[in-house]
Nanobody
Framework: QVQLVESGGGLVQAGGSLRLSCAASGRTESTYSMGWFRQIPGKERQFVAGISGLSGTTIYGHSVKGRFTISRDNAKNTEYLQMNSLKPEDTAVYYC????????????????WGQGTQVTVSS
């Protein structure tokens, strides 16, 4: 089992920045791929970004490419999501997730999930 805990959410003005963190514990392995998803009420959970365990390969959702950066520190079992140039449409609950194997954008492939952290971007 892997436990994931997100932090760093909050309220920010449009154009501002936030950095989310996700601390992993339990059976953590550097071979896990990690991802970030977001969800607003009544909508499907949307892929934001992912990073592979060993190679550090990253993938991004179309709406955040060029503004968000995912990274990880395997020594600290922590992944990060640096969010710049935030827009009101980025407002959502952001979830950290982990999966075995290669990084993917499909939420059904992720085995472990955090509880989420709220990000609110005001206009």
């Amino acid at each position: 089992q892997v436990q994931l805990v997100e932090s760093g959410g909050g309220l920010v003005q449009a154009g501002g920045s936030l950095r989310l963190s996700c601390a992993a514990s339990g059976r953590t392995e550097s071979t896990y791929s990690m991802g970030w998803f977001r969800q607003i009420p009544g909508k499907e959970r949307q892929f934001v970004a992912g990073i592979s365990g060993l190679s550090g390969t990253t993938i991004y959702g179309h709406s955040v490419k060029g503004r968000f950066t995912i990274s990880r520190d395997n020594a600290k079992n922590t992944e990060y999501l640096q969010m710049n140039s935030l827009k009101p449409e980025d407002t959502a609950v952001y979830y950290c997730a982990a999966k075995y194997g290669a990084v993917r954008a499909l939420k059904v492939e992720y085995d472990y999930w955090g509880q989420g952290t709220q990000v609110t971007v005001s206009s």
